[in-house]
């Protein structure tokens, strides 16, 4: 059984810093893309960060590119998102994603490119 939990959500005021983390179980993330998406109040839900399985190339939505940084520690199966500079605009529930290599050669930053989710952490940017 798949399963994603993610944490390290919180209150932070404008300009600072936040570590989000994924950890999975009944995966290996060798042979999965994970990805974390964002969703705001009265938005849909968006792609924000994805890492592919197997060569760990990384991709970005502009509004946080230089800002995010996604990584993933395939001995403890944990994903992370380092979020720095962060903005008001950038608060949202925080959901981390995973799908089998086999369906894509890479990761996406669709949503609906996904299989399994999990239970999403709020960030807040408030002075």
């Known amino acids: 059984q798949v399963r994603l939990v993610e944490s390290g959500g919180g209150l932070v005021q404008p300009g600072g810093s936040l570590r989000l983390s994924c950890v999975s179980s009944g995966i290996s993330l060798e042979s999965y893309h994970m990805g974390w998406f964002r969703q705001a109040p009265g938005k849909d839900r968006e792609g924000v960060s994805c890492i592919s399985g197997g060569d760990a190339s990384s991709y970005y939505t502009p509004s946080v590119k230089g800002r995010y940084t996604i990584s993933s520690d395939n001995a403890t199966n944990t994903v992370y998102l380092v979020m720095n500079t962060l903005k008001p605009e950038d608060t949202a529930v925080y959901y981390c994603?995973?799908?089998?290599?086999?369906?894509?050669?890479?990761?996406?930053?669709?949503?609906?490119?996904?299989?399994?989710w999990g239970q999403g952490t709020q960030v807040t940017v408030s002075p």
């Open positions: 994603a995973a799908v089998h290599v086999w369906d894509q050669s890479n990761c996406k930053l669709s949503q609906y490119r996904y299989d399994y």
